[in-house]
DNA sequence: AGTAAATGGTTAAACCTTTAATCAAAACTG
DNA sequence: CAGTTTTGATTAAAGGTTTAACCATTTACT
């Protein structure tokens, strides 16, 4: 059946002790052996079992990417995930590792955790503030937190510079003579993403001397969905604004579509600034002027840091700070 | 550290094997004891490990699915392959099953599977005639293909209705008006998902008493930059086509972006179908008429039938096909 | 030559579960 | 009451690998 160690042994006329040496580099084995060894090895397609390995060294080269739980859709349709998760396993494919995908849903179950052993964790915008939270950090295993602003020392964390990408789009709308201008957020917390591409937005605002008002910021706008919704909400607003920075460009294609649809159109009516760089963002009519961060390499660093962290190499800094980047494209304008 | 099946027995007061029997339902065991034991696990949060279970039954309530390798971005870009693999997390989450994702390069290394001891596979559009394809076989496990038309009988399939799909927009532009109809397909090829749909294509063309035109068929235009290249190819064709069926969304919002550019409206100026539905297809502008398909359903039943298969239960059909639906919306309209 | 050190291995225990085989006690039989 | 069946458990082996502790040769040193 599935070839073993012990097959491999037997072949080589040594004891499994002595191919398990040759597997790990250690112990003391003569060249000559080595050699026939690995030959029988490649021969036969011996990969060794990971349960097997697991369950003596406790590591399994297995990581999970834990997304919690969103309304079914969201999770899907936003790139913004994939991508990261392509990244992820990029970067640990190199190292042998492989990634286990993982949407916990309300219950907070992470039993499959401790089931498959599963090395080290990656997890996605969480908020410090849940009991998912807590129960990550009740499992002491690795884990590097993405995107989600955790304060406390000591943790891996990273993100991109969000209060510099609020700022960057800010200033962009400012600089083209915007003075009324929409932040669509996905939900404002105290603390997160948003929460620092606010602090962004007014600092762009206060610098350009201008009022900040709770009235144009509008929620529920991270999804596709929403962002048209949001169309609507914008539309309605007592005061003229003539730009919208929405904190997502599946938000912002929302957004778009929905004024569209009432007859506005991007840019001649409204400028739109989305946040993200996906794909899509360059072939969108009109194409969208929007806050690049590299969500892949974001991943790849996330899967780096997790897996010096499982190796118990030292890092220079557990915090790591991506660059944004302003990409200017059709879908903002001067104002008149 | 870990609390082990051994220190549930020992608070207990019983074996580790009335433990494990109690946790597998099986031997005899009193309804008093069984009810401790429960408690206990409870109580200690005791998980049983997969590594060691595996050792011994030789499963892992693990799968994976295997993308084959795509050139980088194509892959991340498409949201078909993340609603599919959306589907299959779904429908084995019920089953405490999990799933590993992993992107096999051109290397064909599928060590993995028999590393982590790989319960069932799931693989997504894979050429008949491919290495990829004669080492998936040789490993001999419980596997489920999904879009690619293998003619072997006895294999697990999943597909959607292609060669409908291919009919019924072709069909719908004839309708219109149009005659001369370009294709944009992936790759073209005497088998797989683009095959069947050119057949539909065809069988539309000649129930109207079009000739078909080989010349009208575009090819590498499956991405979202393939599009956009297929649009200038379109415009130089030495014959006035007025519509184009393009085999992906994503190729179509590039095919749209392409003819945009060149001062080229759609509909006024070329309808355009697409394929998939995916979710932003009903965002673009303008709104993309296209074909649905359920993709999220299409991954669930792969992941049903890939658990059935593993636990040998037996399925009235192993070849499933689901259907497909035309979906209009404003990309296509009668020709003048 | 006699001892010490290096070389090239082997043995056996451990990791955590499952399960077939076994066993003792209790509950039935007639 | 002696024998049989049922009940409720236990023991021990197995699954594939790693690794510390050993051991027998060979080589090096004075």
Known sequence: ??????????????SVATVSNVLNGKGRVSAETAERIQRIIAEKNFVPSTLARGLKNKNTQLISVIVPYLKRGNFEENPFFWQLI????????????NVMLTRVEQDNDLSFVQMHNVDGLIVVGIDADSELYRSILALKIPTVFMDSYIDQPGLYQVH???????????????????TKIVLVVGKLADRGVDFQRLLGYKKALAEAGLAYDARLVLENG???????????????????????FVLSDIGAMGLIKGLYEMGKEVPADLSVVGYDDIFYSEYTIP???????????KGKMAADLLLAQINGEPVTEKNILLPVELKVRASTAKIL
Chains 1, 2 share one sequence.
């Open 86 to 97: 392509s990244g992820v396993e990029m970067g640990t494919k190199d190292h042998k590792f």
């Open 160 to 178: 991109n510079d969000d209060l510099l990408g609020g700022y960057l789009g800010t200033k962009h709308l400012i600089s083209q003579g915007h």
């Open 222 to 244: 991270g999804s596709m969905l929403g962002g048209y919704h949001a169309a609507q909400k914008l539309i309605s607003l007592p005061e003229k604004v003539t730009a919208a």
């Open 287 to 297: 194409s969208l002027t929007t806050i690049r961060q590299d969500i892949f390499k």
């Open 1 to 14: 059946m599935k070839v073993t160690i012990k097959d491999i042994a037997r072949e080589a006329g040594v």
